[in-house]
Structure formats: structure tokens, C-alpha cells
């Protein structure tokens, strides 16, 4: 394995090898650091940290100064792997907003950014990409939409949605996106995705044809213990692992609850 930082270029170019891409949130410096040392080339500081660090009940809560606190921490580990950050909901409303606060968070140490939506927010896409900021898409399942849609849904089910997403992808890759998070997306709707588009797919809940896995890593090592999606199975139990360690140093302390 080279010791090159990855870039953007090199996610397109392991799609065109059908090199499988794995990637992960890491939201702080040991966490990037311990993916990094994994050999996890893609790593994202989401907009999760919301949910899964700060107990926010769902993603829309995160502000622009959470974000780069978070990024500034990740970013520390000065990582090989490519980390990018998460536009918080309501930062990119107009294209002079969203190439403003990508600017933020690439100078907190993001090498790309990452927002939800297809052609709804393309002129804040190509703004962000004229800028010379990397972008990743997100379609599908969009958490910042998550209050007005009323849950974390399946899409592609219906004929409309699954033009949609299509067509959405297609103009994110046209637009110069290195990769594009399929977020619970129905698996053939995500593979026809994957097949019809020359940039990689990142899917999350969306089948195992994406060109790559993203997870929140506090799913994948059970840190989140009281929810875990149904799409992960966590092999290692952190949370519990935690309590157990504690349980145990407060027995030798003699220390009562
Ligand atoms: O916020 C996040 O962590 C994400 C991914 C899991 C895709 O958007």
C-alpha cells in the first residue's frame, strides 16, 4: 500500500478497477486515526456526530460550528485516508452560502465536502466545484429531510422516485461529483445507479452492488448501543465493552454504585 494521500481521483479511479471502496465517519482524532491505521481510504466527518456524539435526536440540529470543531479534531490525525466533511442542514441554501461554509470547512481540515439532494441544490454543486472544493452527492434517504418526510424511508421503490434518483445521479456525476452516498435505496434501484453512472456509489443500507460501504462507525462497533440500523451488524460491542470495564475497575475499587 502507498503512503500517498488519497485523493478524490484516486476513489474515482478504484471504481474503474472495481476495487470495493470502504468508508467511515470518524468525528475526532483517535477515531480518524485508528480508521486511518485500518486502511480505510475514505473517511467522512458526518453530520451523524449530531446523533451519535452530541445526543441530538436527529441531524438537523448540527450547526456550522459543530461541523468544524469536529473537523478541526478529525483533521488532527493528519490522515492518508481522504477525510471530508458534511454540509450541516440549512448551510447551503443559496450557491454564495454553500461555497462559503465549504470554504469553512475545508479550512478546518475537510478535503472535501459532502450535502444531500440532486438537482435541487446543483447550482450550490457546480458553485462548490467551480470553487475547487471536491464533492461528494447524497442521494436517496436524505436525514436533514427527515422531519418533513416523517422517518429514515426506503426509496426507489415507486417508478417516479426511481427516475428520480437516476436522473439525480446522473446529474451530480455530469457535474463533476468524485462519489455519490446511495442512502437506503432500494438494492436493484442502487446496482442500475452503480451500472449507469461513472463515478462510485456509496451505499448505506442500499444492497452490496454499490461500488462502496459507508457506516457510522459507532454503528459498526456497537458505541451507540440503544440504536443500531437494521442493515449493521456490529461485530464488536464498544458500549458494553465500556461498562464492563467499569463494572470491574469499581469492584477493585471497593467503590459502591
Ligand atoms: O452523516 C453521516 O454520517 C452520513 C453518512 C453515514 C452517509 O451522511
Known sequence: ????????AAILAMKSRGEKIAALTA???????????AGVPL????????????GYP??????????????????????????????PYHSYETAAEAVANSQRLIA?????????????ILPQVQAILAAGI???????????????????????????????????????????AFAIVLELVTPPVAQEITQAIPVPTIGIGSGSDCD??????HDLVGMFPWFTPK???????????IKTAVLNWKTLLGAKS
Open 212 to 217: 462502496g460501504q459507508i457506516l457510522v462507525t
Open 27 to 37: 468525528y475526532d482524532f483517535p477515531m480518524a486515526r485508528m480508521l486511518d491505521e
Open 108 to 120: 478546518a481540515g475537510a478535503s472535501y465536502v459532502k450535502a444531500e439532494g440532486g438537482r435541487e
Open 134 to 176: 471536491p464533492f461528494c452527492g447524497h442521494l436517496g434517504m436524505l436525514p436533514q429531510h427527515v422531519l418533513e418526510e416523517g422517518g429514515y424511508k426506503i426509496k426507489g421503490r415507486q417508478e417516479a422516485e426511481h427516475q428520480k434518483l437516476l436522473d439525480d445521479a446522473r446529474a451530480l456525476a455530469t457535474a463533476g
Open 1 to 8: 500500500m502507498s503512503s500517498d494521500k488519497i485523493t478524490p
Open 58 to 87: 436527529d441531524t438537523t440540529h448540527v450547526t456550522m460550528a459543530e461541523m468544524e470543531h469536529h473537523v478541526r479534531a478529525a483533521a488532527r490525525a493528519n490522515t492518508r485516508a481522504l477525510l471530508g466533511a458534511d454540509l
Open 231 to 241: 442493515f449493521v451488524k456490529p461485530s464488536v460491542h464498544c458500549g458494553a465493552e
Open 43 to 54: 473517511l467522512l466527518v458526518g453530520d451523524s456526530v449530531g446523533m451519535v456524539v452530541l
